[in-house]
Structure formats: structure tokens, C-alpha cells
């Protein structure tokens, strides 16, 4: 007898799936992806899957210089890539983004001083600054969380102009982000990244989250 309310949803993908296509425009499913035992056999196909659906659709708004949008999937690549490699810190949402962030370029990883913080309580009345430590949870908390919820920000400009890639004014509370330099950067650290774990030991801590990722969030 089955006792159905002890039953555990299933909820898998298909095996018939497509995972991502190969380079002669192959499918390859998830079934194909379940099967395959070579480490560096996974995580070269997750590369490919987001080189697929996510590098190479992007590419366009580069081109275009499509502000916004661009800068916002550079956010959304930054976190993708934070929840590959980097482990989860259960107090602090942003912690996979700013470790990728930071690697972008160290600046986003520096503390904000004390006036820059007295100029971001200005600028930010209605949201509370808590554990806002570091010009990478900037981004995250008052660009990220915004552009994406409601498509505005404040304290944090895109232009082409201004910058040909980052400008962090301390005095009053304000960074200018090239959204082209914000991109092809994230794009430099996607391939670095890739390619050291590819070549790392077994032991590997980004490694070995990379395949878990596969294993228990793609593949599950």
C-alpha cells in the first residue's frame, strides 16, 4: 500500500531536456549531462551552457550600449558565478556577490570610510546602511536589489562618458560604473575562474563547489 501523503514530490528535470548545444549545434540533454562521469567534462559543459544562454545573448547589448539592461545582467552573471563557486553565508545575502565582485576589480571589496557612509544616510533616508561595509554591498543592496525590483537606483551612475571603468567618490557618496568595462570584466573573471578550476586539484574549495552546483542544483 503507498501512503500518499508521505510521498516526496519529485520535481527533476527531464532527461529529455536540453542542457546546452555543442559547438556543431548539438543538443545535449540533461540525460546526456546525468550520464557523464569526467569532473572536467561537467564543468566544461556548464561553461558552455552559460556561454550558450548567457555570455553569447548578452553580447548584443554590449553593442547596442544598452545601459541598463546590460548592467543589470552583469549583476545577475556576478551572482550566477557567486552561487557556482563561492559558499553560502546564511547571514549575508550578498556575501556570494561581493566575493565575485571583489575579483572583478578589489575596489568593490574596500570598505567605505565614515563620510562616505554620513553621505550615503543622506542619500538613502528611507533604507536602513546596516552592514553596508564594502562599495560591493553598495552595488548589490542600492543597485542590484533596485534596478531589478523596480528598475531605478539612486547614488550610483552608468555612463560612457565619465569613466572608461570605475569612479568611486568618496566626498559625496557616488559611484560612476562603465557599463561596457562593468561587463567585459565580469566576462574576464567567467573565463578566469573557469579555467582554474578546470586545472585545479580535486580539493579545489571552488572546485568542488562547482560540481556540487551541478550535481545538486542543475542536475537534482
Not at 116 to 132: D, R
Not at 160 to 177: M, R, V
Request: hydrophobic share 35%.
Amino acid at each position: 500500500m503507498v501512503i500518499l501523503n508521505k510521498m516526496k514530490p519529485q520535481y527533476k528535470i527531464p532527461d529529455e531536456i536540453i542542457f546546452t548545444t555543442n559547438y556543431e549545434n548539438k543538443a545535449i540533454t540533461f540525460g546526456d549531462v546525468r550520464n557523464i562521469v569526467k569532473e572536467n567534462e561537467l564543468i566544461n559543459l556548464l561553461e558552455n551552457r552559460l556561454d550558450r544562454y548567457l555570455i553569447t545573448q548578452v553580447q548584443p547589448l554590449l553593442k547596442n550600449k544598452c545601459a541598463f539592461p546590460l548592467s543589470i545582467m552583469t549583476c545577475i552573471g556576478i551572482e550566477t558565478l557567486g552561487e557556482i563557486f563561492i559558499n553560502k553565508n546564511i547571514d549575508d545575502s550578498s556575501y556570494q556577490f561581493v566575493q565575485i565582485i571583489s575579483q572583478i576589480d578589489q575596489r568593490f571589496g574596500r570598505k567605505i570610510n565614515k563620510k562616505y557612509e554620513n553621505e550615503l544616510k543622506k542619500i538613502w533616508e528611507e533604507k536602513s546602511i546596516s552592514g553596508i561595509n564594502s562599495y560591493g554591498k553598495i552595488v548589490y543592496k542600492f543597485f542590484r536589489n533596485n534596478m531589478i525590483h523596480g528598475y531605478h537606483t539612486k547614488g550610483l551612475f552608468l555612463s560612457y562618458e565619465d569613466t572608461e571603468k570605475i569612479n568611486i567618490d568618496d566626498n559625496n557618496a557616488f559611484i560612476i560604473i562603465n557599463p561596457n568595462w562593468f561587463w567585459n570584466s565580469f566576462y574576464d573573471t567567467f573565463i578566469k575562474l573557469f579555467k582554474e578550476i578546470t586545472e585545479a586539484q580535486s580539493n579545489n574549495t571552488q572546485r568542488k563547489n562547482c560540481l556540487k552546483y551541478i550535481t545538486d542544483v542543475l542536475l537534482k
